[in-house]
């Protein structure tokens, strides 16, 4: 069964520390994307990656890192630097090289609070 | 990416269509219409896209006018289950960048 899985689901840290939460994907898609989301929000980007071993910063990447070494996984760190990490963190993965629109596939997400 | 705009909210009764209206009027000839839904603490789910001609899936109907300046996602017998906040994002055909929430249409489903 093809999709998105990200774990934990819920996650508790103490101010402070860092954190990587996972995301891998079975789907062969090459793009892989971070979002977080607030509260009554909407998505907004941290990170992103087109391909293995390379990475681009998204609009709200300070505090954060990635990394990208295999196609089906691209883990997200969040690091004490990140003034207020205490938020919904969305992965999601699509297809590249598809002229026609792509649609980008989520996982659950995992729900980080930081005390 | 053209930005769009969504009601706030919309109620629709159990077993009756809902209709979902989003406009975006500065839409380019590139640009793609794609409808996605975010059901409470889940990750958002994709619906359908379309480009000019209306598009059916086994989820909803895509109708975008002529114009290509609107469009309307049709949930045609809306359940409880479709009660989500349903998120309406234009973007070129081809991008692989990130895809661009707004604050969508909480679509509560009464029975």
């Known amino acids: 069964d093809g999709g998105i899985t990200q774990s934990p689901k819920y996650l508790f840290r103490k101010e402070g520390q860092n954190v990587t939460l996972s995301c891998e994907q079975n789907?062969?898609?090459?793009?892989m994307y971070w979002y977080r989301q607030d509260p009554g929000q909407g998505l907004r980007l941290i990170y992103y990656?087109?391909?293995?071993?390379?990475?681009q910063k998204g609009d709200i990447a300070e505090g954060y890192s990635v990394s990208r070494e295999k196609k089906e996984s691209f883990p997200l760190t969040v690091t004490s630097a990140q003034k207020n990490p205490t938020a919904f963190y969305l992965c999601?993965?699509?297809?590249?090289?598809?002229?026609?629109?792509?649609?980008?596939?989520f996982g659950p997400g995992t729900r980080l609070t930081v005390t | 990416d053209a930005k769009t705009t969504q009601p706030t909210s919309m109620d629709c009764a159990e077993g009756r269509a809902a209709n979902l209206p989003c406009n975006h009027s500065t839409i380019s000839g590139n640009e793609y219409v794609y409808w996605y839904r975010q059901i409470h603490s889940q990750g958002p789910q994709y619906i359908i896209h379309g480009l000019k001609n209306n598009e059916t899936n086994e989820m909803a109907s895509l109708i975008i006018t002529e114009d290509r300046k609107s469009s309307t996602l049709i949930l045609p017998h809306a359940t409880l289950r479709d009660t989500a906040v349903y998120y309406c994002i234009v973007r070129a055909g081809g991008s692989q960048g990130n895809l661009i929430f707004g604050k969508g249409t909480k679509l509560s489903v009464k029975p």
């Open positions: 990656s087109q391909i293995v071993n390379d990475f």
């Open positions: 789907l062969n898609h090459d793009a």
């Open positions: 999601a993965s699509q297809k590249v090289g598809f002229s026609r629109g792509a649609e980008q596939y």
